[in-house]
């Protein structure tokens, strides 16, 4: 199908597309010695025929686990959808969704980002289970390439050092991003410290606080699979909202490193966030939803059963034994001498 979508849709969609083509025999043969989630991303095509494109949709797993999944994009062809006895573009976002969502079988958890204003869209995630967690303001920044080259400052009274992200420091970033994500997000994204590097193109910049040797605040250049510009992550921890100057600044300044435009988030509320943004030169372009799917799984009940035996097996030697019980007294039946003694008692049941 790769020479047939050349739709004005999906044509910013071709070097991904091709990368997707070219990791595919890579990733079958991987995948024969290894059991793992996919590297490459998740291509879906709906067409009628053999050479009409409906839409497309793009997913990709969020961390080497495979527990979180990620929507990335969804297309569809107006042009092919408005010839006569075509599906209504509804059915084919739907079947699109419905088909990603069942093709990772190891898919805990999923999100996907949407704007606000697409309410057909949202309609849409609804009916699949997605549920809004965050409302976050997009930010383009084309900084002065004059501040790339400065230093960031250190906070005049703060015992702070910078330290670049790289193996070492990653841990410190992973706990840093523990205490500014809201707890149902973190759980969906089930990140671990792998994860913080693979999603940062290995670039990124950390104040940490020497005397606790934790992490401050920390700037982190996100691993972009979109066109577009290249997105900036700023996660400062909420203990040291002050940072919000100068300090802040010079760190996103450097980190930019002369690259421009590109684009920040904020979360829809946080006012001395987006006060900074606009002093720093940002302009609010719109806002987003960040809309996530949990999928809960039922075990087999044969299994839950052959497990209860198994743990009430291994615990029956340390159960508290119970005392023998006797039973009443009484006397001899069909005894031939009338003084034979009375039956002697026995326990019932001796505990296990």
């Known amino acids: 199908m790769l020479p047939h979508l050349q739709d004005a849709a999906v044509l910013d969609l071709q070097p991904l597309l091709q990368k997707a083509l070219l990791l595919q025999t890579p990733e079958r043969l991987l995948s024969t010695l290894v059991r793992r989630p996919p590297l490459a991303p998740e291509v879906l095509v709906a067409h009628r025929g053999s050479d009409r494109l409906l839409g497309l949709s793009v997913v990709r797993r969020l961390n080497r686990s495979g527990s979180c999944w990620a929507v990335e994009e969804l297309r569809l062809c107006r042009g092919a959808l408005s010839e006569p006895g075509s599906p209504s573009a509804r059915q084919v ?175 829809s509320g946080d006012h001395e966030r987006e006060q900074w943004l606009s002093d720093l030169g940002a302009v609010a372009e719109g806002e987003e939803l960040l809309m996530a799917r949990s999928v809960w799984r039922r075990q087999d009940s044969r299994q839950l059963s052959r497990q209860s035996w198994r743990l009430d097996t291994v615990l029956d030697p340390f159960k508290p034994r119970r005392r023998p019980v006797p039973t009443p007294l009484q006397r001899g039946v069909g005894s031939h001498h009338g003084s034979q003694p009375l039956g002697c008692p026995h326990a019932l049941g001796s505990g296990r």
């Open 93 to 267: 976002e739907g079947a699109l969704m419905r088909e990603a969502l069942h093709r990772c079988p190891g898919a805990s958890s999923w999100i996907t980002r949407v704007a606000t204003g697409h309410q057909d869209r949202l309609a849409l995630l609804r009916e699949q289970g997605f549920q809004p967690l965050l409302q976050e303001t997009l930010w383009y920044w084309e900084p002065d390439p004059a501040g790339a080259g400065l230093p960031a400052a250190v906070p005049p009274g703060d015992d702070l050092q910078l330290r670049p992200l790289n193996h070492r420091s990653a841990s410190l970033l992973w706990h840093l991003e523990q205490a500014t994500c809201p707890a149902q997000l973190r759980q969906l994204l089930d990140r671990r410290i792998e994860d913080v590097l693979d999603q940062s193109e290995g670039r990124g910049l950390l104040w940490v606080d020497t005397s606790r040797q934790q992490a401050v605040a920390a700037v982190r250049r996100l691993r972009n699979h979109r066109l577009g510009p290249a997105e900036l992550e700023v996660s400062l921890h909420p203990g040291w909202s002050h940072l919000h100057g100068p300090a802040l600044t010079r760190l996103v300044r450097q980190q930019a490193g002369g690259l421009s435009p590109l684009r920040l988030r904020s979360d």
